[in-house]
């Protein structure tokens, strides 16, 4: 809720930004701030050039405010993904490191249990096995290194 408040503002600050340039360039001459700056000359309004001025920073204002729309929501989509450590595996909640079964409890009220997938338990199988294969090899080939309570 913080980072929304935040982002929103963000969004609030451009777009009073730009209608105080459209302001600025409208009042600019309107009150003919040029003659009165620099000379005492007359100075005509011109209703064409403060329209192209009006729509010039209209259509700039549209090109920016559509890309700080995307880029906001890029973060909102970003900040949605859940920060797990790459060694521990222990889950991010609110600047907390906490275990996947304790923040599951936690934000969920699940109770967690331990099982393994298909494709684990083939690779848990295949290594079992391999291992299996390995000391029998052994066995046969040096009859003397096998278990120790056969020999007894």
């Known amino acids: 809720m913080k980072e929304n408040s935040r982002l929103s503002k963000i969004v609030l600050y451009q777009n009073l930004g730009f209608l ?3 302001a600025i360039c409208y009042l600019n001459e309107l009150l003919q701030l040029p ?8 100075f005509a309004f011109f209703h064409r050039r403060s329209a192209l001025e009006f729509l ?6 549209f090109l920016v405010s559509t890309s700080t ?3 906001l929501e890029r973060i909102k ?17 609110q600047d907390e490191w906490m275990p996947l079964e304790q923040f599951m ?16 338990l083939r690779q848990q199988e295949a290594a079992a096995e391999k291992a299996r294969l390995a000391r029998k090899l052994k066995e046969s080939i040096n009859p003397s290194s096998a278990d120790p309570k056969q020999s007894s």
């Open 77 to 93: 989509y970003l900040e949605k993904f859940m920060r797990v450590c790459s060694w521990c595996r222990r889950i991010n909640y």
């Open 105 to 120: 409890q936690m934000s969920f009220d699940t109770p967690t249990t331990h099982g393994i997938c298909k494709d684990c």
């Open 56 to 61: 010039l920073v209209l259509a700039v204002w």
């Open 69 to 71: 729309h995307r880029i």
């Open 20 to 22: 105080a340039i459209m």
């Open 35 to 42: 003659t009165l700056i620099f000379s005492g000359h007359p």
